[in-house]
């Protein structure tokens, strides 16, 4: 929102007329677009996650805010919901 509000600020100070119109649109949506994409990248994260399946054939999938470490193939135990290399 507030790059929507600086680009038709900025927009506005340019042209006059019907020109100063479009300008003051256009800044807006592009500032919009802009503190959009800003607010994203700000907020982005990754999530691992980590598909499993169980003994019985059933499948289970985890996610971690970190990369678990373990590669297809690893035999994993589940221990209070976490996953954990089998020794």
Do not use: Y
């Amino acid at each position: 929102m507030g790059g929507a509000i600086a680009g038709g600020v900025l927009g506005h100070q340019v042209g006059g007329g019907t020109g100063k119109t479009v300008a003051t649109a256009g800044g807006a949506v592009a500032g919009g677009l802009i503190g959009n994409e800003i607010e994203r990248r700000m907020h982005k994260h990754t999530v691992w996650i980590t598909t499993v399946t169980m003994k019985d054939g059933s499948s289970r999938r985890f996610e971690a805010g970190a990369n678990p470490g373990l590669k297809a193939g690893d035999v994993v135990s589940v221990d209070n919901g976490q996953l954990k290399r089998a020794p």
